[in-house]
């Protein structure tokens, strides 16, 4: 497993940009695949985006396609997520994750071993 500690986060308006960090501890991040994803009050952790160890394959789900845009600096062990023209039901808690056994992206949370902390995305209509 990695540390994952994200920043970015916070209040915005509706079609307001903001960008998510994610800061990986160890040796071997180019590996691993990183992913985004979201969980609302009340509902459960959701799948936003994710990106290949290399970071020359990526997916999203449909509802931040051509919105949201992963990328990640394997020099700083640092993966991004940046977000524009936000919605008011972007509105959750944004978390990070690691796939340390292999550098493809995956949708499923399970796939993923490695967790930050999450960081609060707030978007006021």
């Known amino acids: 497993q990695v540390q994952l500690v994200e920043s970015g986060g916070g209040l915005v308006q509706a079609g307001d940009s903001l960008r998510l960090s994610c800061a990986a501890s160890?040796?071997?991040?180019?590996?691993?695949?990183m992913a985004w994803f979201r969980q609302a009050p009340g509902k459960e952790r959701k799948f936003v985006g994710a990106m290949s160890g290399s970071g020359d394959s990526t997916m999203y789900v449909d509802s931040v396609k051509d919105r949201f845009t992963l990328s990640r600096d394997n020099a700083k062990n640092t993966v991004y997520l940046q977000m524009n023209k936000l919605k008011p039901e972007d509105t959750a808690v944004y978390y990070c994750?690691?796939?340390?056994?292999?550098?493809?992206?995956?949708?499923?949370?399970?796939?993923?071993?490695?967790w930050g902390q999450g960081t609060q995305v707030t978007v006021s209509s």
């Open positions: 160890g040796p071997t991040f180019s590996s691993y695949a």
């Open positions: 994750a690691a796939r340390t056994i292999g550098a493809a992206p995956r949708t499923g949370a399970s796939s993923y071993d490695s």
